[in-house]
């Protein structure tokens, strides 16, 4: 592992032509843009969490048969300052910064005020997605940045808080036929509530890139079940007609948080898991912007990652990347990741392994039905909800695979009855080695594989001819730990599963965590 998270990342800011194995379809058009932590070492500071480290983005564009490379930080102010300082400045979730020893006394007090209610970074490492017609680098709070798709140069800082009172929001939106972007966000204590907010984004012509916040809408609002301990989440669904929100016992407590600066305590500290408690399914009607008057609920449980959510027979169905507890994030201190390998293996086998999970909520349900009795109508699926004594359905899942995670789908079947998933294959814990194709209809499975790589999320792109679900090609971006073999942009034939071609390059690659395929189309409208 030290190989993977020993070092900070060089940045190749100017297009190098990647060196091309087997064949680049022709058809494939446009640019693969993903984002992580590229830098945990600044001066003599080290973030404690790989999740802290610096925004890296890299992209691969292609044109033709050939692919171009490049990566560049993002310039956020969090960036400069650090940097200007030569130390770690801006705190992030993992890693509190505190002042200099040597500021006075009126520069300690302001920073130590400043961090009761605070004021998060704008370090934004874990996602790019689309607002309007712009694309934004995301992390999980109100803070965005506007990036140059074709550049990477990174343009204005958003606070979606001056448009929306939220102060955390997802890196993880949905986007609608409309191009209309939803997103999940979280309002703390504002007007004496803590609540969680469901928010649309309308699309806009590009002359007005600031239009689609100004014109933005909370779609709906639920108050969180304690007023103090808002359910962390990092993701959720969306069928045609519904949103679905986990509120799950992983739940940040905001008076410890306000006190953690004084502490000596990070951000992540905050974070409890209560096991004893139950997962709340909220479920919201898009078309009539509330949340059904049934409630649901399941055991206690951890998600990061919604895959996809459609509808049934009078049935929300929706399939989930489940945990047992929340290890996964304890396992990404840089202090564990930079074990030798077998260590690493050891440790990683207490991480709870994932599992796909799918639930099956009934859209109608019965007064008159008897207590304890399964009122699931679905055929096929061992899933289950049971009525009980206080109104409330209890949910149980299908597991479908186990030890898959970052999914993705052919996003045209989002909200969609759908077949297939792709995803990472988890051997060591909690680091993918093998990129996968589920099948749900028939529960088989394919992989590649390939000694001493390290494969990235896989991004789903469809044939320009498509007929069916999997007609297209897999975008991998593969780490390789062998000396004697260059990072490579792995394509895949999504439906055989068999390597299409591999763009090499030879440049200090990082892990990424999630990403985007934008469309040549896509971004010759944008100019």
């Known amino acids: 592992m030290q190989s993977l998270f020993g070092e900070n990342k060089r940045e190749t800011p100017e297009a190098i032509k990647a060196e091309i194995q087997g064949e680049i379809p022709k058809w494939l058009h446009g640019t693969l843009i993903r984002n992580g932590p590229g830098m945990h070492k600044i001066g003599e500071s080290i973030y404690n969490h790989w999740f802290d480290g610096l925004a890296l983005l890299h992209s691969f564009t292609f044109q033709n048969g050939e692919v171009f490379y490049r990566s560049k930080y993002l310039q956020s102010d969090t960036y400069k300052k650090n940097i200007e300082a030569n130390r770690i400045v801006v705190s992030e979730f993992g890693t509190m910064a505190y002042p200099d020893p040597c500021k006075n006394i009126f520069s300690k007090a ?15 490492l874990i996602n790019i997605i ?37 102060n955390l929001a997802t890196a993880h939106p949905h986007y609608d036929e409309h191009g209309n972007t939803y997103n999940i966000g979280t309002s703390i204590v504002e007007k004496g509530r803590t609540k969680y907010l469901i928010v649309k984004v309308p699309t806009v012509k590009p002359d007005d890139k600031n239009a689609c916040f100004k014109n933005c809408e909370i779609f709906c609002s639920i108050p969180c079940r304690s007023l103090l301990s808002p359910s962390y989440y990092h993701s959720f669904g969306m069928s045609e007609n519904y949103i679905i929100l986990l509120e799950q016992p992983f739940k940040l ?15 992540s500290s905050c974070l409890g898991w209560h096991p004893k408690e139950k997962t709340y399914i909220h ?65 990683g086998k207490n991480v709870t392994l994932p599992h796909c999970k799918r639930f099956v909520i009934p859209l109608d349900v019965d007064e008159k039905i008897d207590l304890d009795t399964n009122i699931v109508r679905v055929h096929g699926t061992t899933a289950r909800a049971l009525k009980q004594q206080d109104g409330y359905v209890y949910c149980t899942p299908e597991v479908l695979f186990t030890g898959i995670e970052l999914p993705r789908i052919n996003y045209d079947y989002n909200g969609k009855m759908y077949r297939y998933i792709y995803a990472s294959k988890v051997l060591w814990q909690p680091i993918p080695t093998k990129i996968i194709k589920c099948d749900i209809l028939t529960r088989s499975c394919l992989e590649w594989e390939e000694e001493h790589c390290w494969p990235a999320e896989p991004v789903f792109v469809k044939a320009p001819d498509a007929k069916d679900e999997d007609d297209g090609v897999l975008l991998s971006c593969i780490v390789s730990t062998d000396a004697k073999k260059s990072s490579f942009l792995l394509v895949l034939d999504a ?28 971004l010759s409208a944008n100019i």
């Open 110 to 124: 302001f920073s130590y005020l400043t961090h009761v209610i605070p004021d998060f970074t704008d370090n934004c």
């Open 130 to 166: 689309k607002y309007g017609e712009n694309y934004y680098a995301s992390s999980e709070v109100n803070y965005i940045r506007r990036i140059d798709p074709r550049t990477l140069e990174t343009l204005e800082k958003v606070d979606q808080a001056d448009y929306v009172p939220l």
């Open 253 to 267: 407590d905001i008076l410890k948080m306000a006190t953690a600066y004084f502490k000596g305590a990070n951000w």
């Open 283 to 347: 479920i919201i009607d898009r078309r009539t912007k509330a949340a059904l008057p049934t409630k649901f609920y399941t055991d206690a449980l951890v998600v990061y990652h919604h895959v996809n959510a459609y509808e049934e027979n009078n049935h929300l169905i929706f399939d989930i990347i489940a945990y047992e507890d929340n290890s996964l994030y304890e396992m990404f201190y840089l202090a564990n990741m930079k074990l030798v390998d077998n260590e690493f293996e050891m440790k």
């Open 495 to 522: 439906k055989t599963f068999k390597e299409v071609g591999r763009a090499s390059v030879s440049v200090d690659m990082h892990l990424d965590l999630h990403g985007i395929f934008i469309p040549e189309t896509e």
